[in-house]
T-cell receptor, first 109, second 112 residues
Framework: KQEVTQIPAALSVPEGENLVLNCSFTDSAIYNLQWFRQDPGKGLTSLLL?????REQTSGRLNASLDKSSGRSTLYIAASQPGDSATYLCAVIWNDMRFGAGTRLTVKP | DTAVSQTPKYLVTQMGNDKSIKCEQN?????MYWYKQDSKKFLKIMFSYNNKELIINETVPNRFSPKSPDKAHLNLHINSLELGDSAVYFC???????????FGSGTRLTVV
């Protein structure tokens, strides 16, 4: 069964801290993996897309890595800011996109 | 300007009614999807259409019927609405089935 798991479910950190969000998935035969951000009551904003042949992608303070063989991806956020507070969703594309339950991040000023 | 647009943004309706949600994408993508986000915020795929053809139909009550008049549009019609249908419904599209997804802003459906 193709499933996506995100740990932790919630995370609270002081402003300025570097942090790592974890995503694991069953079945390593993925096409792509995509990280999204969702603010309360809003839609999904794509952060990073990692193709199955890639090991990592970077955008500004965000870095996502992919280890297909171990079924893991991490999203690294450097120098966190209160504006980073949101739910972060990991999504894996097999025949279609399957989501983890998300990590709710709170960055305190 | 909006890449994937859904209408309406909010929908409040009574049990037993029939309603539709519309979705349009101007990205030229071949594949479109409907997802449901329940009260626990978990996103689950409902349908996938590739170039107007139904590809994936997850375990969804047959009261839900998607319709794709062309590859830029995927509408969701719901018959005999039930309280449990209350959720946020998201439309998405991708250039190919395994490409990066772009999501609409969601339709919050409340059945009373």
């Amino acid at each position: 069964k193709q499933e996506v798991t995100q740990i932790p479910a919630a995370l609270s950190v002081p402003e300025g801290e570097n942090l790592v969000l974890n995503c694991s998935f069953t079945d390593s035969a993925i096409y792509n993996l995509q990280w999204f951000r969702q603010d309360p009551g809003k839609g999904l904003t794509s952060l990073l897309l990692i193709q199955s042949s890639q090991r990592e992608q970077t955008s500004g303070r965000l870095n996502a890595s992919l280890d297909k063989s171990s079924g893991r991806s991490t999203l690294y956020i450097a120098a966190s800011q209160p504006g980073d507070s949101a739910t972060y969703l990991c999504a894996v594309i097999w025949n279609d996109m399957r989501f983890g339950a998300g990590t709710r991040l709170t960055v305190k000023p | 300007d909006t890449a994937v647009s859904q209408t309406p943004k909010y929908l409040v309706t009574q049990m037993g009614n029939d309603k539709s949600i519309k979705c349009e994408q101007n990205l030229g993508h071949d594949t479109m999807y409907w997802y449901k986000q329940d009260s626990k915020k978990f996103l689950k795929i409902m349908f996938s259409y590739n170039n107007k053809e139904l590809i994936i139909n997850e375990t969804v009550p047959n009261r839900f019927s998607p319709k794709s008049p062309d590859k830029a549009h995927l509408n969701l019609h719901i018959n005999s609405l039930e309280l449990g249908d209350s959720a946020v419904y998201f439309c998405a599209s991708s250039p190919v089935r395994w490409g990066g997804y772009t999501f609409g802003s969601g339709t919050r459906l409340t059945v009373v």
